[in-house]
């Protein structure tokens, strides 16, 4: 069990705040609300949500000293470098300049991939949509300099040509909770208010929907209990309607539907996050923790093709980024200045490492009208294994 830190004053007053309104929520509601509002509401609820009401969030420079996680593009500028070398990549396949970035963090990402394209003669203008308003103040200070090159869009275009970047979103995304019963029936998880006044989880009988989404996608299994993405789903879903040529990447942690719903994931995959300490209780400190899901890879593949997309691809991080160029990056650094080196190449390992992120990390590319193998996936695509 993880022991979590204690809460400072201006945190518990928030979460406080918070709760008060959640429980206002459920109370409006009927003494109900399904998970994936529960979920919405304390991550983005205007002024209220841990998104939307500017706690710090990513770590700087990737140092667990400040906010709650770290980021791959927090850890070291040349994950956002090595990405670039595939995003010139199907830039130029297309002959476009475009890049589209969804939840851009600080905005490291975008920083890296706009140097690294200027250093390689590529012109991009790059795009970005984000929901959380005090992180697009953030990634507008930091990327000011880049001036008419970028802009902030406050909703999806209507047609793109181009690259879509989504690092860590899908797991930001509000998922629905399901339980399977001991009479084999499904039921949907959602949170009540206790005599205490604390959250607790409450099941209802599922609905149609998601008896329908679930009993095609694993056998009932009493006792289990998991996640659903279905807004992630539509999302990528929708991006057949707007991604009329180009490639999208979407990197996060996750798994093929096989490894995600395995008999001995009983418990489902969420994750919190509160100054670097992980644990799996959502209702401890709403609006002041991280609140996450592990991402179905098969349904985010199953949901491009719905949308007339192609999967271009699909491997860990550590072996796209070992495509793209990572170890030429690697090459270039001086190693006869010993320490920096070590400082250099230390988040580099925790990229790679299996232990790490390099392979509960996935980079799955869905797109239209791409004819040449993305260099990424050159060695270890792994899209066979998203088949049900
Ligand atoms: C875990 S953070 C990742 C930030 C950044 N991509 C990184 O890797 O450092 C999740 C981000 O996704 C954003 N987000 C969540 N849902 C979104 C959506 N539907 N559209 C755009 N951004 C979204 C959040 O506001 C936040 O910036």
Redesign the pocket.
Known sequence: MTTLPDLDSASQAQANLVSDALRAHIAQAGGWVPFDDWMGQALYAPGLGY?AAGSAK?AVGGQTASGD?V????LTPLFAKTIAFQVAQVLQAIHSVDVLE?????G??AEGVLEELATLGIPARYQI????AD?RARQQARLARFGEHVHWLDQLPLHFEGVVLA???L???PVQAFAWTEDGTLAERGVSVSEQGAFVWAERPAGMVLEHEMSRRMPPMPGYHSEINLQGEA?VRAMGGWLLRGAAFLIDYGFPRAEFYHPQRAAGTLMCHFRHHSHADPFWAPGVQ?ITAHVDFTAMADAALEGGLDVLGYTSQARFLMNSGLMQLLGHLDPSDAQAYARAIAPVQKLLSEAEMGELFKVLAVGRGIDQPLTGFSRSDRRETLGD
């Open positions: 998104y990513l996680f980021t791959a593009p927090e969804f939840g851009a963090g600080s490291a990402l949509i984000e929901v959380s992180l690092n860590e979103v797991d930001a995304m999302w991280d």
